[in-house]
């Protein structure tokens, strides 16, 4: 039997690259494609024994194609297990053709009855006839691209307002398993398992409200298929998250380098000052913090390991601090005004440093866009939607294209921040695997700045001290879920699991 798992695989395709290389794998391992069909159903029946112990009687909703093929194979299992089965069919039984075909009329053959449906009225009605324990959803799978005919979201739309769990096949139908985007509605699973390659749009975005509990199923096709089928899309886990270099006894502060932050603006001295702590936390041998006078109590309260750095440029630019500066963080609660925007244009000046330009930074890039190969950005959604001159909707649509747009317009490195946060240098993307909702709350990106600016002291180049940054950053939200819970996570309650995590004590 296939074997199951919760633990991911490290690359991700997209359609195109598993359609056309599935075949091909399977072609050199002389397997039958509906062989592998007939795996990805008993996968799946499986994960239902397994998940959904003792159920009882289960709803198999099966579209026209191959996804309602590992439906009807599914149905035609839970039927030998003596499961109290019920299929519908969103088209006529005429119209389905190939494996799907085959695998319907096995069914069949068990005896299993098959309820043609072409409204919602049918749909509820046999839904509430059946005492349903779990639905499976076979409706659409990684062919889907546009947007749903109205029957086709009817139908998701009253899956979703029922209490019973839901089991997708391959994909929750309505996601489009390129981008993770949905149009206009999806199915909302309790859980998802995905064959013989993992599918780039299940694991960002809107996806990750729709994939429930994710599993893969590899129809021990899997090592062929990644040997033909070269990927630029990568999960950044525990297992491929860069390693931080061993500090030799004799380091000092010096040799790990100086972080300057920028920000702290009018009515916005935490967010540099939560930058600037969780650079100290990361690691950082020195923080040199420029912010408005008023805000400089408030900015050093209880951390006196932070130096002050002048707050103009007539200054900053003869002080030690920025000869001394690697790295320079710009942006966090910077403001908008004259004085915040002649500081950044004095940093963006300073093209032999790196520099990590986030919140406010990003507004000041997006009016004077231009590349640098030392800089790091990490917008957010609205961010990077005016970075790109479009619309949070356009980014939403296809965060692949988007961070990959944004790294190659704007230079270095990109992080599209959001649920399944997204690194890339222009080529490469890595999908992140860390973090939760709990971390829906103000200062969040101001801290993720700052590792990733210690970091970037400590690696060899800026791509491994972002992908490390943004892991360790959601790790260490992780950390505080499982203590306290996600609801009321304060950005400040990461900096204690982040030095932990980063020493690898957790």
């Known amino acids: 039997m296939t074997k199951i798992s919760n633990i991911l695989p490290q690359q991700a395709y997209s359609v195109k690259q598993v359609r056309e290389n599935e075949v091909k794998a399977a072609a050199e391992l002389a397997i039958p494609i509906y062989e592998l069909m007939l795996r990805a159903g008993n996968a799946a029946f499986a994960l239902l024994n397994e998940r959904y112990k003792g159920v009882k009687s289960i709803l198999v909703i099966c579209g026209k194609g191959n996804n309602g093929g590992d439906g009807f194979v599914v149905a035609r299992l839970a039927k030998q297990a003596d499961i109290n089965v019920t299929v519908l069919l969103l088209t006529e039984q005429n119209t389905i053709t190939g494996d799907a075909k085959s695998a319907m009329e096995e069914y069949c053959q068990q005896g299993g009855e098959i309820y043609e449906v072409n409204n919602i009225k049918d749909v509820e009605k046999y839904y509430f006839q059946c005492d349903v324990d779990l639905i499976v959803d076979a409706i659409l799978g990684t062919g889907f691209n546009g947007i749903l005919r109205a029957f086709y979201a009817d139908v998701i739309e009253f899956v979703n307002q029922q209490s019973c769990s839901v089991l997708s096949l391959d994909i929750p139908s309505g996601l489009n398993a390129d981008t993770g985007a949905i149009s206009p509605i999806a199915i909302n699973a309790d859980s998802c398992i995905t064959f013989i390659a993992l599918k780039q749009g299940l694991l960002t975005g809107q996806a990750t409200n729709y994939c429930g509990h994710l599993y893969f199923a590899n129809l021990d096709v899997e090592a062929i298929f990644t040997q033909i089928t070269q990927s630029h899309i990568f999960l950044l886990n525990a297992d491929s998250k860069p390693a931080l270099p061993q500090r030799k006894p004799t380091s000092h502060k010096g040799d790990i380098g100086l972080v300057l932050t920028v920000g702290g603006g009018e009515g916005m001295p935490g967010a540099i000052r939560l930058s600037s702590e969780a650079a100290l936390r990361t690691g950082a041998g020195l ?41 320079i963080v710009v942006g966090p609660g910077l403001g908008r005004n004259n004085w915040a925007k002649e500081l950044y244009d004095y940093v963006n000046t300073l093209t032999e440093k790196t520099l990590v330009v986030d919140a406010d930074g990003l507004y000041f890039l997006a009016e004077q866009p231009n590349i640098n190969p030392q800089r790091i950005i990490t917008p957010h959604p609205k961010e990077a939607s005016l970075l790109l001159n479009c619309t949070v909707a356009d980014i939403e649509a296809d965060r692949f294209a988007a961070v990959r747009q944004l790294a190659n317009k704007y230079g270095g490195v990109c992080v599209l921040k959001g649920a399944g946060s997204l690194v890339s240098d222009g080529e490469q993307v890595w999908i992140n695997t860390t973090g939760n909702a709990g971390m829906a709350s103000g200062g969040m990106g101001d801290v993720l700045s700052g590792i990733i600016a210690a970091l970037s002291l400590q690696l060899p180049d800026l791509l491994a001290a972002v992908k490390l940054g943004v892991y360790l950053h959601g790790h260490a939200a992780d950390i505080v879920a499982q203590q306290q819970g996600q609801c009321g996570m304060l950005a400040s309650d990461l900096l204690l699991p982040l030095q932990a995590s980063v020493n690898g004590n957790i």
């Open 287 to 327: 923080v040199a913090v420029c912010c408005l006078p008023q805000n400089r109590a408030m900015v050093f309260n209880g951390r006196p390991e932070l130096m002050l750095a002048p707050d103009n440029i007539t200054s900053l630019e003869i002080s030690p601090i920025i000869a001394k500066a690697k790295t």
